[in-house]
């Protein structure tokens, strides 16, 4: 059964996962390259030296090889670049490498089964110890007194301490050229520090004036690193440019004396971008590495949770899964910081939102009012214009129109009634108080001014008629004052 532990697939790749590195101090515990203590490869393949991401598979550049020299011959063009071949492996180097397996694996399995050291009942007990020395991985394996001991190694089949996650498959081709070097040094010393290193670095690649060094990206690493990816413009006499493929510029970061002077910069590690070819990809999954059991890696093919994405990847012994564990906590720490600048950025958006609206609102407030007071000059403009003109027969029906409209707004029982409502709760709003801002009403000029005038025609509605019951009660007065004469005169008459 297969493992991931912490996802570590988003940064696996980046040093030490794939690909042959330069490491010079104490780097990871695990790679892809061949370890030292054994002579078979770590996938089991006889044909391949190591894997790698810039080398390919079962393919290595010369380590003596450069760009044309020293990357600053004259005459340097184009095809300066694509001298480098990969040397092929001869055939008795692999009748070589099966025959060192072959004894390698004889010697594993008499010192686990039947050492013969000693040739009495403690055999058995060294061959128990061989076997828990096997699964811990370390230790040797005594199995004969006239033979070397075998290396117990974490690479062994027999390693207890190995599970199989996933690493992203990267996406970038040979000809951008990108190689990733891992400084031993902060990210703020780098980004200080950053065109004093491309200088040291072009120093160290030749010096060419038609060569230079550019920054791809810088982030940070676990334990204080920083991983600073880096590729090599070379420009031809006609003005023109071209990257220097990632192989090529990789093969001669190998080189001793190149190496040594990225030691002095700080590099620790070296690895080349470049993507796996359909043909590496399928020798890659059909051959298991070397220690994992071929059941265990054919079910975390079937487990791997996006294939076109994601390839398995060993990890052996905790030093591996510790450093898987610290990229993981990295990267986590670099999505949260992202998150958090996404966060910041929509909040920001949200006010500029709110500020929008609000200057919206206001806008259109604005343009109310100025369309009201183009209509009051247009207005006054047409009516200057038709003064001495006889009305029109458009202009009657207009005004048999604007009449209509006036009766209906002037209608007891329809927008009357409702300005008299909304001023009945505007005065109630005054009378209690406190409400908030925002629920308040807000009457606009044009209609604060027709309120005004209905009710001005309503007072002087009101006027006139407690005018018409005083005229009323005078001409009652009056009726009363000669009735009351009249029955005087006439009852002193009879008198």
Request: hydrophobic share 35%; proline share 4%; aromatic share 6%.
């Amino acid at each position: 059964m297969a493992f991931n532990f912490g996802g570590a697939s988003s940064n696996a790749s980046a040093f030490g996962g794939f690909g042959s590195t330069t490491s010079a101090g104490a780097g990871t515990n695990f790679n892809f390259s061949t370890p030292s203590n054994t002579g078979a490869s770590l996938f089991g393949n006889t044909q391949n030296k190591g894997f790698g991401f810039s080398s390919g598979l079962g393919s290595s550049a010369p380590a003596g090889t450069g760009f044309g020299g020293a990357l600053g011959g004259t005459g340097l063009g184009f095809g300066g670049f694509a001298g480098i071949q990969p040397t092929q492996n001869q055939q008795g180097g692999l009748f070589n490498q099966q025959a060192s397996q072959s004894s390698q694996l004889f010697n594993t399995a008499s010192a686990l089964s039947a050492p013969s050291v000693l040739n009495d009942e403690r055999d058995s007990i060294l061959a128990r110890w061989n076997q828990l020395q096997a699964f811990w991985g370390a230790g040797k394996g005594y199995f004969s007194s006239s033979t070397p001991p075998v290396e117990f190694s974490q690479e062994n089949p027999f390693c207890r301490f190995k599970a199989v996650g996933y690493s992203c498959v990267p996406d970038v081709k040979d000809e951008d050229g990108l190689v990733a070097l891992a400084l031993n040094k902060k990210e703020v010393d780098v980004r200080s520090q950053q065109q004093q290193l491309v200088e040291s670095l072009h120093k160290v690649l030749g010096g060419n004036p038609t060569l230079s060094v550019n920054v791809e990206g810088v982030r940070a690493l676990p334990d204080d690193q920083t991983e600073m990816i880096v590729y090599l413009v070379e420009r031809s006499p006609n003005g023109t440019s071209k990257r220097v493929p990632a192989s090529t510029l990789y093969s001669y970061m190998e080189q001793l004396n190149v190496k040594s002077a990225l030691q002095q910069l700080g590099v620790i590690m070296a690895v080349s971008r470049t993507a796996l070819t359909p043909a590496q990809l399928k020798q890659l999954l059909q051959n298991p590495p070397a220690g994992v059991d071929p059941i265990i890696w054919e079910q975390a093919k079937v487990d791997n949770p996006d294939p076109e994405k994601l390839i398995p990847v060993p990890m052996v012994g905790f030093r591996e899964l510790l450093r898987r564990l610290k990229i993981q906590d990295q990267m986590t720490k670099q999505h949260q910081t992202r998150v958090d600048i996404i966060s910041n950025d929509i909040s920001e958006l949200q006010r500029n939102q709110a500020t929008t609206a609000a200057k919206i609102t206001q806008y259109k407030r604005k343009l109310m009012d100025l369309s009201h007071r183009v209509l009051q000059v247009l207005i006054k403009q047409e009516v200057q214009r038709k003064s001495g003109y006889a009305i029109q027969l458009d202009e009657e029906h207009l005004r048999v129109q604007l009449e209509t409209i006036q009766s209906e707004l002037n209608a007891p029982t329809q927008f009357k009634g409702r300005l008299n409502e909304l001023m009945s709760q505007i005065r109630m709003q005054n009378h209690f108080g406190a409400v908030r801002s925002e629920e308040r009403y807000r009457v606009d000029a044009d209609l604060l001014r027709e309120i005004k005038q209905h009710l001005k025609q309503q007072q002087q509605g009101l006027s006139h008629l407690i005018s018409v019951i005083k005229d009323d009660l005078d001409d009652i007065k009056t009726v009363e004052d000669g009735l009351h004469d009249g029955v005087h005169g006439r009852s002193s008459k009879l008198s």
